[in-house]
């Protein structure tokens, strides 16, 4: 299989995929080392090739061709070359100080460059930055990687990540777990008191619970340092920084715990309003309310984590709680401390970044189960106020937009028609309504895949950069095994060319020997290939 990715300007990058399909395990250019990947989000080398083995070699080298002939169709199609194109960075890219696997990031950087891409994303963790005590700070991988990024000719993209990872396992940092052990109050809480240790509860953030500070002080300090740190690359390497919000750095609460297998009708969530500080505020807002009663927890009538909605009343579609005085009351509450929230935070980073050439972002998820719903269980647990009946994204955007930030939209590779009919979900048309209350309000948006391989993953993604919901960047997550897996590499590479290249003619359409009038004109200076080959 030969596939071809042509930029359409007169320097074009000419990739060729010979596929076997022994193993994926990846050996890069003059290294004669093996690319491999134990697990999803981590890589590793091994050398030398063993006999029998396939793998796959990168040689960059430049290549040059003629521009691309013009469309002779009289319908000119919509450009995507205003969506800019990165791909994240393993998540546990860097631990201890240090680089994982130096040379195969190195490598897949080239490769990157060679593809067209713009550029990476980069997960920075509090707990790996600030592991051991507070206002200690160790950046030195981390910059490693951005000096690595500046040498390929890429930009970068960082997210500040103040939550865990259970895969790979990066907890938070040791002195803030040290804290919890005895004051489990900053996690956030479920009705059974089962705390969640993933991230900081938001009723804490302006409470001196981290060895006297706040923990709004306490990410100030760190998103500080690491203006100072990275001083060299913000504004030309750097472009973007997303600023972490909560559970898998997204605006939202940890109401569905674990991972749904993909097989399995999701449940409802469960809201997370237990932990004491959490009730106390319940509590002052009730009582402000002149409802003291309703303050004294969350909904009685709701069900549990992994429970369907159908399994208690309050989200019952015709006559459930939610649509109560109190349903109201109680929701209106919850998903304003959310918002709140998102608010201190996306500030706190508008100003500490306020004089760097740089854009701010915040995550917000795509809680597409149970979208089909009147009630919206999903969403509601999470914390988004959204209904049949309210449109509650208005308020997201609204927010967004006057910190001056842009919201970065997951799941843009997810479609209806692959959905479990039980879950009545529907990612397209909630990212379709999360979409028009950004553009209302002027809010960029940036998308993201909620998963390499997702059945017409890469059709989907592109339809969605072809309509309103996308007019930033997208940022495909992430490097890993399944990425340059023989069974999906080579389509991204396909993906990636048909991004970067105008539609063509007929006349322009691949000929029988597999090449196009397009590259015939290609003068190679030297090789550039891409080989899955046996050893």
Not at 50 to 72: E, F, N, V, Y
Not at 205 to 233: I, R, W
Not at 362 to 385: D, I, N, Q
């Amino acid at each position: 299989m030969e596939v071809s990715v042509i930029r359409s300007c007169s320097q074009a990058t000419i990739l060729k995929t010979e596929l076997g399909f022994k193993d994926s395990r990846f050996s890069f250019g003059k290294f004669n080392e093996k690319l491999f990947f134990r697990k999803p989000n981590s890589v590793s080398f091994q050398s030398p090739l063993r006999r029998g083995k396939s793998g796959l070699r990168i040689t960059a080298q430049a290549a040059q061709s003629d521009p691309l002939p013009k469309s002779k169709s009289s319908t000119k199609s919509k450009t995507l070359n205003r969506v800019r194109l990165f791909a994240g960075l393993p998540l546990d890219v860097v631990s201890g100080g240090t680089v994982n696997q130096f040379r195969a990031i190195s490598a897949g950087l080239k490769a990157l460059k060679l593809l067209g891409l713009e550029g990476v994303e980069l997960p920075i963790w509090w707990g790996v930055v600030e592991h051991e005590s507070m206002g200690k700070y160790d950046w030195s991988g981390y910059l490693t990687i951005a000096e690595m990024v500046r040498k390929a000719g890429l930009k970068l993209h960082v997210t500040l990540c103040f939550h865990a990872s259970s895969q790979p396992k990066i907890p938070l940092p040791e002195w803030v777990l040290d804290i919890g052990k005895t004051k489990s109050n900053i996690f956030f809480k479920d009705r059974a008191g089962k705390p969640y240790r993933g991230c900081l509860s938001l009723a804490v953030d302006e409470l001196a619970v981290l060895n006297g500070k706040t923990p709004m002080q306490v990410y100030q300090d760190f998103c500080e340092s690491f203006k100072s740190a990275f001083s060299a690359f913000i504004g030309s390497t750097i472009m973007g920084i997303t600023m972490g919000l909560g559970p898998d750095g997204e605006l939202r609460y940890p109401s569905h715990r674990g991972f749904a297998k993909s097989d399995t009708v999701p449940g409802a969530g469960e809201f997370q309003c237990y932990d004491k500080n959490m009730l106390h505020l319940l509590k002052q807002h009730a009582e402000a309310c002149g409802k003291p009663k309703w303050g004294l927890g969350g909904p009685h009538d709701a069900p549990a984590n992994s429970e369907l909605p159908t399994a208690n009343t309050f989200f019952k579609d015709h006559g459930g709680s939610w649509e109560s005085p109190y349903g109201d009351f109680f929701l209106s509450w919850y998903s304003s401390q959310l918002i709140a929230h998102g608010d201190r935070l996306l500030s706190l980073a508008s100003s500490v970044f306020s004089d760097s050439a740089v854009n701010i972002f915040g995550k917000v998820p795509l809680m597409h189960s149970w979208h089909g719903t009147r009630s919206h269980p999903s969403e509601l647990t999470a914390g988004f106020y959204n209904t049949a009946t309210r449109k509650g994204y208005e308020e997201v955007a609204e927010m967004f937009a006057r910190n001056s930030c842009k919201i970065i939209l997951p799941g843009m590779d997810q479609s209806d028609k692959y959905q479990l009919k039980e879950s009545l979900s529907s990612p397209e048309s909630l990212l379709a309504e999360i979409g028009t209350a950004c553009n209302k309000h002027g809010v960029g948006i940036s998308g993201q895949n909620s998963t390499v391989g997702a059945p017409d993953g890469l059709k989907q993604i592109k339809k969605n950069m072809l309509s309103e919901n996308l007019n930033d960047s997208f940022i495909f997550q992430r490097i890993g095994a399944q990425f340059f897996a023989p069974e999906h590499f080579p389509l991204f590479i396909e993906f990636v060319r048909k991004l970067n290249q105008p539609e063509l003619h007929s006349g322009n359409l691949p000929t029988k020997e597999g090449t196009t009038t397009a590259t015939d004109s290609v003068h190679t200076r030297s090789n550039l290939s891409i080989h899955m080959q046996s050893a």
